[in-house]
């Protein structure tokens, strides 16, 4: 025991030098040294009795590894790097000492003390998720007033926005989709973004239908080639409002006559739509719905982070120009959130979810998931690995330890049992009710699979920024890494807000 605490403090020691600017010509040396005895540490508490605690504290120095790792592997630019690598040593160190103080508290308190408090707290924490979503889905419902109705000269003209690479597969199903719409006004953009397969071919044979091809310029290095597709679409878009969205869109005919209606009703200059989810596998029911509970699950009024998806949204063309364009989120991986939370401050976004009326279903297969999730999930936490961490800690015991402790823990104490299990109907319950909207062909399997969801989650997680640190985040061909570790200040800021 008192070995393991010396080497943490030895260790911890090495980092803390990192802080001080005079030592930071001589980070390698430092890290090299604290990751070889931080390896060794976690030798010696794979030794000791099972702890929670010591876990705990073994995934900590296994972090502490990935910052030292980070300095190794130098993919930023120096600076960038020592601000980094100097506030995530700084976290680390105390959160380490956090968990070394935690091995002492079953010397002073009653075991059954703490896991009674622990599933209350759990149990508080799933009530509130469960009112959060009840409400969310509540705000978020599509209703027109049927008292009000708009001729086609008063609906405005809309233009339909498209990026495009490398989408044979999809891509003639969206169009089709588009096409077969009966709003009046109606402008169709189509980019054709540097493909390499018959992407261009497919977009040019809807010409007859006033499909009109773009065709797109590789972006410049500071921006993330969507955006820069994005910013190509925006400034050949004559429309009103522009309708972005992606190749695994299918829009019903009446789509577009509802969604700008329901605009012009209520007044809005921007509005992002939940999509239902169209056929799929068994798996796309263990990916895809923790994006949707990231989005419904927060209380994010209070947050002042309006929920946003990237599937399909629209904006009115003079707000967009009027915040910038994508000028200026070039480099943030969910540049409609920035929109979003600059246009709820005027209570003119709205985030709705589509049904049988405002008919938009996605058919993004499990694979595609799995990329988007890798891509947006680091950046999305501020490409920090103690944000990484803190997430994955706050998921095993918010979401998971309810359920291992109804079924390890609970039996023969009888109020950790009760609130254990009211934890997990409540995560349970919320778990259902988001697949019956956006998945509903496989809610069922919500009754049983939300441990093993929220592992996937988890592990796509830290897949996340383990390929962003150390390896190649490929999206369409072509690698986002560099313009997202490096980007500027204010740009992090806005990506912490996606």
Same mark, same amino acid.
Request: hydrophobic share 45%; glycine share 4%; charged share 15%.
């Given at each position: 025991?008192?070995?393991?605490?010396?080497?943490?403090?030895?260790?911890?020691?090495?980092?803390?030098?990192?802080?001080?600017?005079? %030592?930071?010509?001589?980070?390698?040396?430092?890290?090299?040294?604290?990751?070889? +005895?931080?390896?060794?540490?976690?030798? +010696?508490?794979?030794?000791?009795?099972?702890?929670?605690?010591?876990?705990?504290?073994?995934?900590?120095?296994? %972090?502490?590894?990935?910052?030292?790792?980070?300095?190794?592997?130098?993919?930023?630019?120096?600076?960038? +790097?020592?601000?980094?690598?100097?506030?995530?040593?700084?976290?680390? $160190?105390?959160?380490?000492? %956090?968990?070394?103080?935690?091995?002492?508290?079953? #010397?002073?308190?009653?075991?059954?003390?703490?896991?009674?408090?622990?599933?209350?707290?759990?149990?508080?924490?799933?009530?509130?998720?469960?009112?959060?979503?009840?409400?969310?889905?509540?705000?978020?419902?599509?209703?027109?007033?049927?008292? @009000?109705?708009?001729?086609?000269?008063?609906?405005?003209?809309?233009?339909?926005?498209?990026?495009?690479?490398?989408?044979?597969?999809?891509?003639?199903?969206?169009?089709?989709?588009?096409?077969?719409?009966?709003?009046?006004? +109606?402008?169709?953009?189509?980019?054709?973004?540097?493909?390499?397969?018959?992407?261009?071919?497919?977009?040019?044979?809807?010409?007859?239908?006033?499909?009109?091809?773009?065709?797109?310029?590789?972006?410049?290095?500071?921006?993330?080639?969507?955006?820069?597709?994005? $910013?190509?679409?925006? #400034?050949? $878009?004559?429309?009103?409002?522009?309708?972005?969205?992606?190749?695994?869109?299918?829009?019903?005919?009446?789509?577009?006559?509802?969604?700008?209606?329901?605009?012009?009703?209520?007044? =809005?200059?921007?509005?992002?739509?939940?999509?239902?989810?169209?056929?799929?596998?068994?798996?796309?029911?263990?990916?895809?719905?923790?994006?949707?509970?990231?989005?419904?699950?927060?209380?994010?009024?209070?947050?002042?982070?309006?929920?946003?998806?990237?599937?399909?949204?629209?904006?009115?063309?003079?707000?967009?120009?009027?915040?910038?364009?994508?000028?200026?989120?070039?480099?943030?991986?969910?540049?409609?959130?920035?929109?979003?939370?600059?246009?709820?401050?005027?209570?003119?976004?709205?985030?709705?979810?589509?049904?049988?009326?405002?008919?938009?279903?996605?058919? =993004?297969?499990?694979?595609? #998931?799995?990329?988007?999730?890798?891509?947006?999930?680091?950046?999305?936490?501020?490409?920090?690995?103690?944000?990484?961490?803190?997430?994955?800690?706050?998921?095993?015991?918010?979401?998971?330890?309810?359920?291992?402790? %109804?079924?390890?823990?609970?039996?023969?104490?009888?109020?950790?049992?009760?609130?254990?299990?009211?934890?997990?109907? $409540?995560?349970?319950?919320?778990?259902?009710?988001?697949?019956?909207?956006?998945?509903?062909?496989?809610?069922?399997?919500?009754?049983?699979?939300?441990?093993?969801?929220? @592992?996937?989650?988890?592990?796509?997680?830290?897949?996340?920024?383990?390929?962003?640190?150390?390896?190649?985040?490929?999206?369409?061909?072509?690698?986002?890494?560099?313009?997202?570790?490096?980007?500027?200040?204010?740009?992090?800021?806005?990506?912490?807000?996606?």
């Amino acid at each position: 025991m008192l070995m393991i605490e010396s080497l943490l403090l030895i260790t911890i020691g090495f980092e803390l030098l990192l802080a001080i600017k005079e %030592f930071w010509k001589y980070r390698y040396t430092f890290v090299a040294i604290s990751a070889g +005895l931080s390896f060794y540490t976690i030798f +010696l508490i794979l030794l000791q009795p099972l702890n929670p605690w010591w876990l705990l504290g073994l995934l900590i120095i296994l %972090f502490r590894i990935i910052v030292a790792g980070r300095v190794l592997a130098n993919r930023k630019q120096t600076h960038h +790097l020592r601000n980094v690598t100097v506030r995530s040593v700084l976290f680390l $160190a105390c959160l380490q000492l %956090f968990a070394w103080a935690g091995t002492l508290i079953p #010397q002073y308190s009653d075991y059954s003390t703490v896991v009674t408090t622990l599933s209350f707290l759990q149990f508080s924490v799933s009530l509130s998720v469960l009112g959060w979503i009840v409400n969310s889905l509540l705000q978020t419902t599509y209703h027109n007033d049927d008292s @009000i109705s708009y001729t086609d000269k008063e609906l405005p003209s809309v233009t339909i926005a498209i990026p495009a690479r490398n989408e044979t597969h999809d891509l003639e199903a969206c169009i089709d989709s588009i096409v077969a719409s009966n709003y009046p006004k +109606l402008e169709i953009l189509v980019l054709d973004d540097c493909s390499q397969d018959k992407t261009p071919d497919i977009i040019k044979q809807y010409a007859h239908a006033g499909v009109r091809f773009i065709q797109g310029t590789a972006p410049p290095d500071t921006w993330l080639a969507k955006n820069h597709a994005y $910013a190509q679409l925006a #400034q050949e $878009a004559s429309g009103s409002y522009i309708v972005f969205c992606g190749v695994d869109v299918r829009m019903s005919p009446n789509f577009l006559r509802n969604l700008l209606t329901h605009i012009k009703q209520k007044k =809005k200059r921007m509005i992002s739509v939940l999509p239902v989810r169209l056929g799929g596998s068994f798996r796309s029911s263990f990916i895809q719905p923790m994006r949707y509970w990231w989005e419904l699950a927060l209380p994010r009024k209070l947050m002042n982070r309006p929920a946003v998806l990237s599937t399909c949204w629209a904006i009115d063309r003079k707000v967009l120009e009027s915040l910038g364009g994508f000028s200026a989120v070039k480099r943030s991986i969910l540049p409609e959130r920035y929109f979003a939370r600059e246009c709820v401050v005027h209570d003119s976004y709205s985030f709705i979810r589509a049904n049988a009326t405002l008919d938009l279903r996605t058919t =993004k297969d499990p694979i595609e #998931q799995i990329r988007t999730t890798a891509r947006v999930r680091y950046p999305q936490l501020r490409n920090r690995p103690e944000n990484i961490l803190l997430f994955v800690l706050g998921l095993q015991f918010f979401l998971l330890a309810p359920f291992f402790f %109804f079924a390890f823990v609970g039996p023969g104490q009888s109020l950790i049992h009760i609130l254990s299990g009211l934890s997990v109907v $409540a995560l349970t319950l919320s778990h259902v009710m988001i697949l019956v909207i956006t998945n509903p062909a496989y809610s069922i399997a919500g009754l049983v699979n939300f441990p093993l969801v929220v @592992i996937s989650d988890i592990a796509l997680t830290l897949y996340s920024m383990l390929r962003y640190e150390f390896g190649r985040v490929i999206w369409k061909g072509r690698n986002v890494c560099m313009p997202i570790l490096n980007s500027p200040d204010h740009i992090r800021s806005q990506n912490s807000k996606d």
